[in-house]
T-cell receptor, first 112, second 110 residues
Framework: DTEVTQTPKHLVMGMTNKKSLKCEQHMGHRAMYWYKQKAKKPPELMFVYSYEKLSINESVPSRFSPECPNSSLLNLHLHALQPEDSALYLC???????????FGPGTRLTVL | GEDVEQSLFLSVREGDSSVINCTYTDSSSTYLYWYKQEPGAGLQLLTYIFSNMDMKQDQRLTVLLNKKDKHLSLRIADTQTGDSAIYFCAETTGANNLFFGTGTRLTVIP
């Protein structure tokens, strides 16, 4: 298995909802990442997990809460989001920090 | 800080070569990458080059690195309509994070 999967593909939520994005890889990678990508912009790093421990939080608001239950799974819990949080959320994984990253197809999030 | 620049748009005719350029600022970058993103999709890793190399060829793709000028390019030979996409260059920073360029939208005209 050489791919990163993400669910759901699309998500529409209200500002009071709680939802979660899921990411999975079975390549034995020990680093996993969350990125946010707005339209016509490059991806921006949000969180980095290395060996299931959060190693980087790029000043992301607390309404985004990452979780790494095991080495294959990465979740992003969403609560009380704002319309400006609407974006494509991309998950990636790599063998280790600093090696090439492989991306999932993304979750298109719309906050109403 | 990081500042990776690319031209926003490039149009080429089918069968011609495409050259996408990128300038970066972090001289400590160890790897430089090219990713392709089709509409509504994730990023596909196309190729990468280690910072001590000048050139890397992989089938239709040729990467050239001029470390002195901090200039990276991606040449796509015999460009096809399926190559139409946004192409991002990316560098690894000192913290081993990936920092992306602004992206170049390649349009291939049949």
């Amino acid at each position: 298995d050489t791919e990163v999967t993400q669910t759901p593909k699309h998500l529409v939520m209200g500002m009071t909802n709680k939802k979660s994005l899921k990411c999975e890889q079975h390549m034995g990678h020990r680093a996993m990442y969350w990125y946010k990508q707005k339209a016509k912009k490059p991806p921006e790093l949000m969180f980095v997990y290395s060996y299931e421990k959060l190693s980087i939080n790029e000043s992301v608001p607390s309404r985004f809460s990452p979780e790494c239950p095991n080495s294959s799974l990465l979740n992003l819990h969403l609560h009380a989001l704002q319309p400006e949080d609407s974006a494509l959320y991309l998950c990636a994984s790599s063998q280790d920090r600093g090696t090439e990253q492989f991306f999932g197809p993304g979750t298109r999030l719309t906050v109403l | 800080g990081e500042d990776v620049e690319q031209s926003l748009f490039l149009s080429v005719r089918e069968g011609d070569s495409s050259v996408i350029n990128c300038t970066y600022t972090d001289s400590s970058s160890t790897y430089l990458y090219w990713y392709k993103q089709e509409p509504g999709a994730g990023l596909q890793l196309l190729t990468y080059i280690f910072s001590n190399m000048d050139m890397k060829q992989d089938q239709r793709l040729t990467v050239l690195l001029n470390k002195k000028d901090k200039h990276l390019s991606l040449r796509i030979a015999d460009t096809q309509t399926g190559d139409s996409a946004i192409y991002f260059c990316a560098e690894t920073t000192g913290a081993n994070n990936l920092f992306f360029g602004t992206g170049t939208r390649l349009t291939v005209i049949p």
